[in-house]
Structures are given as structure tokens and as C-alpha cells.
């Protein structure tokens, strides 16, 4: 299962981490720890995405549409239908290209230690710090790519509102994209945009494979409903598909 390989991914890749917020926090140059181990793995292999390589492109798409289908498959049990599955790793190297000519043209962004950044901290909104769009390896971040993103969802839809269902740890994360939107000189795009958030489920971590899936929420609930169902043998004998019901029930439960 993907989930596992990401554990398992992020429990070697969890000593590193800890290394790096040490020398940050230090005040140290990262730049010997992110050039070895599973950091230079990571940053080739993104490179690598970023520059089409078709070895890596053909990695990425496989498990992304084993993600994809799953995703159709768990939504399409709760009746949920999507027109479209999109992310900021499908975004045309033009849009994040116009993205960063906007922000330099405007002077809002710079360079800092081989990394482009945005420092919030200058443009009237301090509490939002600084954050990096391009690393010191060349490759780009989630903030440039969803600012792009941003640029070609408003052309193609053409949309009244885009609105981000994550959870609150994104909070402050959104509040840098909505800002940059609006530093980019489009004030109305910047207020076409909303963060809807929720919390998160305590005990859960995706990264540490504490969480229960949806699909297996369902199942669980499915066969709660079928065990209730049962209890009463005359009742359950009378009706036509306790199959159906249970699920009709399972979803009812879970909504």
C-alpha cells in the first residue's frame, strides 16, 4: 500500500529532519546536510519531475492514477462525483515562469542564500514571515506552484470563488498564497479566494500511520449496520436487500 511506503519513507527521512531544524535553528547553512541522503534523493528526483525526464514523469503518473482511481472509487460509495481531479504537480512550467517574472517585476520577491524567496515581513503583513518559492537546488515549492495554479484555474474557469477544503495546519500556509495573489497586483483574484478548514482527528497521523481510511470507515460502518440488522432474525428475514440497506444505512451513519 502506497500509505506504507510513505511511513516508512518518512521514518528514515525523520533523522534528517530533525538534523536540518537543528542548524536552523542554530543559525547554520543547511546546505551540506540537503546535499546528501534522502534530501539529494528527494530534491534530484524532483528536478528530474520538473525537467520531464520520462523515467521519473512515468513514476509519478503511476502512482498518482492508482491514487485517482481510488479516490473515484471511495467518493462514488458516499454518491460524491468530481468534474475534474487536479494539484499543483500538473501546473505548466509557463504559469509558475509567469508567476515568478510577476513577482520580480514588482520587486517582491529576492535572493537569499541561493533560494528565491518572499519576504511577507516587507510587504505589510509581518505574522505571515518569509516564505521560499524556488530552493537553492532550482526547483520550485508548493507556494510557486500554487500561485500558478491559481493564474491558470482563474483563465479556465473563469471562477466567482475557489475555495481550499484543508485542514487548519494549512492555515497560516494559505494566508502566504492569498497574500502573494495579492501582492501579484490582482487584488479581486486575491478576494475570489477561501480557505474552508476543519480540524484534524486527534490521534491521527499520516506520517507516522495512525489513520483510518475512508474506505475502511465505510466497511467498518457496513458491517455494524448488517450486525444491528441481524440481531432481529424475523425482521431481517423480511427484507428484500440487507445488503443495500446496510450500505444505504453505512453512508447515513458516516454523513
Not at 3 to 28: H, P, S, T
Not at 229 to 245: G, H, L
Amino acid at each position: 500500500h502506497l500509505l506504507d511506503v510513505y511511513v516508512e519513507v518518512n521514518r528514515l527521512f525523520a533523522f534528517e529532519e530533525k538534523a536540518r531544524e537543528a542548524a536552523k535553528k542554530n543559525k547554520q547553512d543547511t546546505a551540506d546536510l540537503e546535499s546528501q541522503g534522502l534530501f539529494a534523493e528527494r530534491n534530484a528526483f524532483f528536478k528530474a519531475m520538473e525537467e520531464r525526464e520520462p523515467a521519473a514523469i512515468a513514476l509519478w503518473k503511476r502512482f498518482r492514477d492508482v491514487s485517482i482511481i481510488r479516490y473515484i472509487e471511495t467518493y462514488a460509495r458516499l454518491n460524491i462525483h468530481f468534474d475534474e481531479y487536479s494539484g499543483e504537480s500538473q501546473i505548466d512550467q509557463k504559469s509558475i515562469k509567469r508567476v515568478e517574472k510577476l513577482l520580480a517585476e514588482r520587486g517582491i520577491s529576492e535572493e537569499d542564500n541561493g533560494s528565491t524567496i518572499l519576504n511577507f515581513k516587507k510587504h505589510g503583513a509581518p505574522k505571515l514571515d518569509v516564505a521560499i518559492l524556488r530552493n537553492r537546488t532550482g526547483t520550485s515549492t508548493y507556494i510557486l506552484r500554487d500561485l500558478a495554479a491559481v493564474l491558470e484555474r482563474s483563465e479556465k474557469f473563469n471562477f466567482d470563488k475557489m475555495i481550499y477544503v484543508v485542514s487548519t495546519e494549512q492555515d497560516a500556509y494559505l494566508r502566504q498564497v492569498f497574500k502573494a495573489v495579492e501582492l501579484m497586483g490582482d487584488q479581486d483574484l486575491a478576494k475570489k479566494l477561501q480557505h474552508v478548514s476543519f480540524g484534524r482527528v486527534e490521534g491521527m497521523s499520516t506520517r507516522l500511520g495512525n489513520v483510518r481510511l475512508l474506505s475502511d470507515i465505510l466497511d467498518e460502518c457496513g458491517r455494524s449496520m448488517h450486525d444491528v440488522m441481524r440481531a432481529n432474525e424475523d425482521k431481517y428475514a423480511q427484507v428484500e436487500n440487507p445488503e443495500a440497506i446496510a450500505d444505504t444505512l453505512r453512508i447515513s451513519a458516516v454523513m
